[in-house]
């Protein structure tokens, strides 16, 4: 397929072509031009980042579009690999990084009312664990935290290259040294869920209410079998806090991009992909909205694993793309967000300056989370929500107006699809001022504060970012469709069966959702492997090319 005005290589250098401007596409980009290719990124959008975007929504308001708090790439190196401090990107220690504010005898905001403060500092937060807790859930604690925080550096390994059997068996073989158990054992533990994780450890039902919630973000709730690591995944939080960019989530992004350009790469925005064009089994370029062929050595999508398969149309292998559609699972949705423009903080009990830089989890009891998640699971919007909330703009001023703050509030879970014959345009301030009313109930007053409501649905999310029936995981993150099964097994090498030069990334990729950045890095250190390949790899691809895969 070729199309008007195609643009030519620098001579001497290979041609790459980054489908999306989310971050993993950009990472990818910046790790291929540095190796001296010459990068093109195309984005339909005409914001950079995608998810990780952050966009003027009222006059004054700097509000992310997706992600705000920033974990699991402040543990890849990326950040300092690509020297982004030196591009722009200031992060913002988000320590503490969990505040669960809960309600006293005498009500939500009276004297009685306590919380949990998860401070990266270990004893900080084991102290605030004995005064709501008790000694024995405090000391269970530290055990848990020093016993999962050491599992899941080995864990992290495995998130950092392709989910190969190599490279998993080799990454994965330090855990059960690390713990003494044997694999029965160790593997019992990883593969049950994590409330029965959290009865074995803990008595306190809040102590355990509050790490499930933060366990559930990924969006299985934690009484699903194989959920155990999501809450074990929390310790390593005490190791390095998570970060929020000064500016908003974007910063990351657009950080990303100054660094791509200053190695000579380039985003186009405003002018997607309408089709990656393949020939002879290899993909060969990529067709633009306006028309344009950009021709390529390599092809990295970093969108949506479906949204490249329709890109590839029938380029692909006969009957791959009916049945990915079946077997890849995008779910119902997981949830959806209000940005509130306020005239004050939540005004929680007990709270001081430090607590508004953590992820709030709003949420009573185990039993409210199963609740919520019955409701998603009947295809409802849950009656009551929990919320997570984030208060960002009282340590960054460049989010809100003087005198004014920026309130994010998450709510899980809420279904793409409604049973009921509702329509999300038209329940949608229903729903956000469901969110706003989770918090008045443990901060009373908040309500009032409200100036300004942004709500993203989880099918504006879908309209906005091109997140599938509002997935903003791209596809489940069940244990099925983790490792060596993201998003299915053919697919799980970053690669399309019977199409070489194509690569993938982002999201719907392992280690999976989140602000991650690892799937680029993996997809460009593949791509660029295929370039200068060993004699070994030259061999695989040889077979894999006789097999079609």
């Not at 019955?374 to 295809?379: H, I, P, Q």
């Not at 997935?471 to 697919?491: I, K, S, T, Y």
């Amino acid at each position: 397929m070729t199309g008007g005005g195609a643009r030519v290589a620098a001579p001497g250098r290979d041609r790459a072509v980054v489908v999306g401007a989310g971050h993993n596409g950009l990472v990818a980009a910046c790790y291929l031009a540095k190796a001296g290719l010459d990068v093109e990124v195309v984005e339909r959008d005409t914001v950079v980042g995608g998810a990780v975007s952050t966009v003027e929504r009222f006059p004054g308001y700097r509000m992310d579009r997706g992600s705000s708090a920033h974990i699991m790439i402040r543990h890849t190196g990326i950040v300092e690999d690509l020297d982004l401090v030196a591009a722009g990107l200031e992060y913002q220690d988000l320590d503490p990084w969990g505040f669960a504010p809960f309600p006293g005898a005498d009500g939500p905001g009276g004297d009685g009312a306590q919380g949990i403060t998860f401070s990266v500092d270990l004893d900080r937060t084991c102290a605030s664990v004995e005064a709501l807790c008790g000694t024995r859930d405090a000391d269970a604690y530290r055990s848990f935290v020093l016993d999962w925080s050491a599992r899941n550096v080995k864990v992290f390994e495995a998130f950092q290259g392709a989910p190969t059997m190599s490279h998993l068996g080799r990454t994965l073989w330090g855990v059960g040294k690390s713990t003494g158990l044997d694999g029965l054992e160790l593997s019992r533990q990883f593969l049950t869920s994590a409330d029965s994780l959290l009865d074995e450890h803990f008595d306190d039902e809040r102590l355990k209410t509050a790490l499930a919630w933060m366990g559930a973000q990924s969006g299985p709730p934690t009484h699903e079998v194989a959920t155990a690591d999501l809450v074990g995944w929390n310790t390593v939080m005490h190791l390095l806090p998570p970060g929020h960019p000064r500016g908003g989530s974007g910063m990351l992004s657009e950080a990303l991009q100054r660094r791509l350009e200053s190695y000579g790469g380039r985003v186009r925005l405003g002018d997607g992909a309408t089709a990656i064009t393949t020939r002879e089994g290899r993909a060969d370029g990529v067709l633009t909205d306006a028309g344009e062929h950009l021709p390529a050595s390599y092809v990295v999508a970093g969108c949506h694993v479906l949204t490249t398969l329709d890109l590839l149309g029938s380029g692909l292998p006969p009957g791959f793309a009916a049945r990915a559609g079946r077997s890849v699972r995008t779910g119902n949705g997981i949830g959806m967000v209000v940005r509130l423009g306020t005239s004050a903080l939540p005004a929680y009990a007990g709270a001081t300056d430090e607590t508004y830089r953590a992820m709030q989890l709003i949420a009573p009891s185990r039993q409210f989370l199963r609740k919520a998640y019955g409701d998603y699971s009947a295809g409802l919007p849950p009656e009551h929500p929990a919320a997570l909330a984030m208060t960002f703009s009282a340590f960054d001023d460049t989010l809100a107006p003087q005198g004014k703050h920026n309130v994010t509030v998450w709510g899980q879970w809420h279904p793409y699809e409604l049973s009921n014959g509702e329509d999300w345009d038209a329940i949608r301030e229903r729903e956000g001022t469901k969110l706003v009313e989770a918090v008045d109930r443990v901060a009373p007053g908040f309500a009032s504060s409200v100036e300004h409501m942004h709500v993203q649905t989880p099918l504006d999310l879908e309209r906005e970012l091109g997140l599938r029936n509002g997935q903003v995981m791209h596809v489940e993150m069940g244990f099925d469709q983790m490792f060596m099964w993201r998003p299915m097994p053919e697919l799980a090498g970053h690669r399309v069966p019977g199409v070489d030069g194509l690569y993938l990334c982002g999201a719907s990729t392992h280690p999976g959702g989140g602000v991650f950045g690892a799937s680029g890095r993996t997809a460009a250190r593949i791509a660029l492997g295929d370039r200068s390949p060993s004699p070994l790899s030259r061999a695989v691809r040889a077979v894999r090319r006789v097999r079609g895969g």
